[in-house]
Each structure stands twice: as structure tokens, then as C-alpha cells.
């Protein structure tokens, strides 16, 4: 990623309550993790994050669905909450409240998935809304090539400057990014990241938006007037 995308100038016409849903259920279910003790977590994380190698074997498939609300930290539950914040309002409002849910869900079942059959061995819970969210960020950067995006760039330690870029920059950028890494990641735990997971994400949401709804042309305001 160039920096850390702020907000978008593309405007909705519906109230994006679902987007806000999902928000307080993400960050719900990360203050009751804060309640448990490191036993408690370690125990949750297993008992809700998908594990491939269960998976694989058609146990615990309930973590399919459960992964895509439970996160390994701050930091991870505060980007994806940001992108789906940024990003999940305009894809809300292009499908319809109905066909956004089931999109979402879709999506998130595809990342998973993608992760599963990249290391179907590993023993190590996938968590997290990346996956889904990344669906989110497909369907954005084929129906909204052309918005802007307003993203903040470290230009010294602790200095940023901000600067209006379109979306198929940042989200392209971010996209190679994920399959950089994701190669690199091959053989190896990928940093206890799931690249695979992000990759299947975005590309099934860039084809599920085709089909679940035509695009309508983008539409965007000078910078200024936000």
C-alpha cells in the first residue's frame, strides 16, 4: 500500500446500515476477546478461526463463517475496520442491503478457502474480516475506477502529507502488493499473514459485482468541496 487511505469523495444514495453493522459486530467480538485471559483467547482463536487442516477434513466448518469476526490484535481489527469503513458504503449502496450481505459472506467464504487450499497442512487459525473485506475492495476498484481516495503518505518519521489518488491506483497498488507477498510466501507461514486469503478475496469480488449488479457510472466531487 502507498499509505493509509483517509476516506473516498464517492457519495451514496442509501444509508449504509449493514456496513455499520458489521463494524460494531467486528469490534464487539474484539472487546470480549480482551475480556479473556491468554488461555481464554488462545482457546477462542481455535474454536472460531478456521484451521485448515480441520477444515480440510470437513471439521469445524462453522469457523468458515465465525473467522471473518474474530481478529489477532489491535492494529489487525483497526485496518480492516478502516477499509471496510472507507470502501463498504459504496458497495452497500451499488447492491442493494440484501445482495451486499450475501456478497460479503460469498467473499469471505472465497478467501478462506483460497487460503485452505494454498496450505491445507497448517495448524494455525485464519481470523479475520480481510478476506470479505477484500472482496470489497475487488468490487470497488471495477465499479469506481475512476473515484478518489484520499490517502496520507509518510514523507519523514511521524510526517505525512495527504494527497487525492484514484482508486484504481490505490487499490491496484494494493492488490500487487498482496500477491508480492503471497509468493514470496510460499513454503513458509507468510508472516501470520494469509496473502492467499486477500488475493481470492479481492478477484471473487471483482467478478461477483459483475454479476450482482450492473455498475452504474462512478460518479465523484472536486476534492475541495468534502
Excluded at 4 to 12: A, F, S, V
Excluded at 63 to 82: D, I, R, Y
Amino acid at each position: 500500500m502507498i499509505g493509509i487511505p483517509l476516506r473516498d469523495n464517492n457519495p451514496t444514495v442509501r444509508k449504509p446500515f449493514l456496513t455499520y453493522l458489521l463494524l460494531i459486530a467486528n469490534i464487539a467480538v474484539f472487546v470480549y476477546q480482551l475480556s479473556l485471559t491468554a488461555a481464554g483467547e488462545n482457546a477462542f482463536l481455535r474454536t472460531f478461526g478456521a484451521i485448515p487442516a480441520e477444515v480440510s477434513r470437513l471439521q469445524n466448518l462453522h469457523s468458515l463463517l465465525t473467522s471473518m469476526f474474530v481478529h489477532g490484535g489491535f492494529w489487525h481489527l483497526a485496518g480492516n475496520m478502516l477499509y471496510l469503513h472507507i470502501f463498504g458504503d459504496n458497495i452497500e449502496d451499488l447492491l442493494g442491503h440484501g445482495r451486499f450481505v450475501g456478497f460479503y459472506v460469498i467473499c469471505g467464504l472465497g478467501a478462506v478457502i483460497s487460503h485452505i487450499l494454498f496450505d491445507p497442512g497448517s495448524h494455525l487459525p485464519m481470523v479475520g474480516a480481510s478476506g470479505a473485506i477484500a472482496g470489497i475492495l475487488g468490487a470497488y476498484l471495477v465499479s469506481y475506477p475512476r473515484a478518489k481516495v484520499l490517502v496520507a503518505i509518510p514523507i519523514f518519521i511521524y510526517i505525512f502529507r495527504t494527497f487525492w489518488i484514484p482508486s484504481i491506483v490505490v487499490l491496484g497498488i494494493w492488490f500487487l502488493f498482496q500477491i508480492l507477498l503471497g509468493v514470496l510466501s510460499i513454503g513458509t507461514d507468510g508472516g501470520g499473514v494469509a496473502w492467499f486469503a486477500h488475493i481470492g478475496g479481492f478477484v471473487l469480488g471483482m467478478i461477483l459485482v459483475k454479476f450482482a449488479h450492473k455498475p452504474r457510472q462512478d460518479v465523484f466531487q472536486n476534492p475541495e468541496e468534502w
